[in-house]
């Protein structure tokens, strides 16, 4: 029988080979018969085009998009005495379980080339994206912070990728030094050569970004579902640019925390460029804090010795406990709305449309110390510098002309304005707060950004004002925008994506979980 049975799975083994050759010629154009080397390593076949891998891998290799990898364990790229780099194929799908990772050992890369329409994706091994701590992460570990070990960092490329349902604790040692990570992708002592271009990270079981010790480039960033913050940092030098957080649901408070943490250690600095941000919380309450040290629900979070940022071109929206925290002791007063300055803050537009956060939208708690004078500004005044905080209840009411009427409160997104059900992207660009609008207008009932407009400081609010010389130049050309549809690098509009049309679709169509009814998307909701 075992004999009988043995033939039989062979035929049918032949049949399906046979079957997939379309074109008779009689190559097979879909089975992979024998799971290919990669660098210096063999993987094993588990299925049909499916291939588990495991190992440290220390010659170049690369993972193709006609087979499903299957981690078991640690994939590690590199080692102490070996680099090598991991190129991943447009198009490529990654699984893991339990606590399986990707680890990319300091002075060696991972190089993730996805495009919009064959994104790279890291999965669990089930078949939805609803869940998390289902598989280990994406961990990219430089030399910044390492005791003894030293050598020339790696070149990091993460170009349209997926990271999904990940966060399961993984212990981490390098170099004598241990980290427990449970996050989905994890950037710990990379610098500049690290760069992450539409990268999404979804349903994170703690940080959608988790950034520590160094100064990578990361540049339409997307973090939806994150149990705990959107991005994490600590002594984070690096520049973050159109950056959309769509906060995890958090119906009694319980989990969940910061669209932004940022943080610090004694000896250490943070001061990264963060602009084009929209930070969105989706709790519809607004609850007092101040007096209560376990609320820390806020769009950003400064704790941890934290006295440095350059922040521009924000919108912080509906996060239940206010706009800002400081605590752990924080000391915010060194930042201040002079632009280009070592450390400023402007064009941040804060409001909440479950109702006012009462006078409480900036919390300091007793161990931190608050911004200094001029840089929180009187609410609903759009075109002042710093801070603003729009306290109106309530969603946007038309009046009888069916324009928005600004005593109304509330912020509108495009996606509640107009059907874009369908252009997820577009859905969530800020259309106006309390009916002050989002655009390049000398009117005072458009939105103060990024030096008031005028990025080219030409005295004049026109078509040219689409460049900033404080995060591009000819010397750091990564900072040029790498979408065609915004015209450069437009440094006027607030907010993650710079242009309410449906045109704009830097979000669309590769990201997970942001489709309609699926959780994430404004449209129709």
Not at 255 to 260: A, E, H, M, P, Q
Not at 493 to 512: E, I, L, M, P, S
Request: proline share 5%; with cysteine; charged share 15%.
């Amino acid at each position: 029988m075992i004999k009988i049975n043995s033939i039989l799975i062979s035929f049918l083994a032949l049949f399906l080979l046979v079957s997939c050759d379309s074109d008779g010629d009689g190559e097979m154009d879909d089975i992979v018969a024998d799971c290919p080397a990669v660098g210096n390593l063999t993987p094993t076949e588990v299925g049909i085009n499916q291939c588990e891998i495991d190992g440290t891998l220390t010659t170049n290799g690369t993972l193709t998009s006609n087979i499903i990898w299957v981690l078991d364990g640690r994939l590690q790229v590199g080692s102490e005495t070996e680099s090598a780099i991991l190129t991943v194929d447009a198009g490529t799908q990654i699984n893991g379980s339990d606590n399986d990772h990707v680890l990319v050992f300091p002075g060696s890369a991972i190089q993730a080339n996805g495009t919009s329409s064959e994104p790279v994706h890291f999965l669990s091994d089930d078949s939805d994206v609803d869940g998390n701590a289902e598989w280990g992460g994406l961990f990219l570990r430089g030399f910044n912070g390492l005791a003894t070990l030293t050598g020339t960092q790696g070149a990091n490329i993460l170009d349209y990728v997926v990271v999904s349902e990940a966060g399961a604790p993984v212990e981490v040692t390098i170099d004598g030094q241990t980290v427990n990570y449970q996050d989905n992708i994890v950037l710990n002592g990379v610098d500049e050569t690290t760069i992450l271009t539409f990268v999404q990270s979804h349903n994170s079981a703690r940080d959608g970004f988790h950034i520590l010790n160094g100064d990578p480039r990361l540049s339409w960033i997307l973090a939806t579902g994150s149990a705990r913050d959107g991005v994490w940092y600590s002594n984070f030098t690096g520049l973050i640019k159109d950056l959309l957080v769509i906060h995890n649901p958090d119906p009694n408070g319980t989990t969940g925390r910061s669209g932004i943490y940022a943080s610090e250690t004694p000896e250490g600095n943070s001061n990264p460029r963060i602009v084009n941000a929209t930070l969105f919380g989706r709790d519809n309450e607004s609850i007092p804090s101040a007096l209560n040290e376990d609320a820390n629900e806020f769009g950003i979070l400064f704790a941890d010795n934290t006295d440095q940022i350059r922040l521009a071109n924000v919108l912080i929206a509906n996060f239940r406990h206010g706009c800002v925290e400081a605590d752990d002791g924080a000391d915010l007063s060194g930042i201040d709305t002079n632009i280009p300055g070592p450390t400023y803050l402007d064009g941040v537009h804060c409001a909440n449309e479950a109702g006012p956060n009462p006078t409480e939208f900036v919390v300091v708690r007793d161990d931190a110390t608050g911004f200094s004078e001029g840089v929180v500004a009187p609410n609903n005044s759009p075109n002042a510098d710093g801070l603003v905080y729009y306290n109106g209840a309530g969603p946007e009411l038309p009046d009888s002309n069916e324009e928005f009427d600004p005593a109304a409160g509330g912020i509108n997104l495009t996606g509640e304005i107009a059907d874009r059900a369908n252009n997820f992207t577009a859905s969530w660009y800020l259309d106006n707060i309390r009916g002050f609008g989002n655009g390049l207008l000398a009117n005072p009932l458009f939105l103060n950004g990024f030096l008031d407009g005028d990025t080219n400081n030409d005295g004049v609010l026109n078509d040219e004002d689409n460049g900033s010389p404080f995060i591009i130049s000819a010397e750091n050309p990564f900072n040029s925008d790498v979408a065609a549809d915004t015209f450069g690098y437009d440094m006027t509009h607030v907010g993650a994506v710079r242009g309410g049309a449906v045109t704009n679709t830097q979000f669309d169509n590769w990201t997970v979980a942001t489709g309609p009814g699926e959780g994430f998307v404004v449209g129709g909701n």
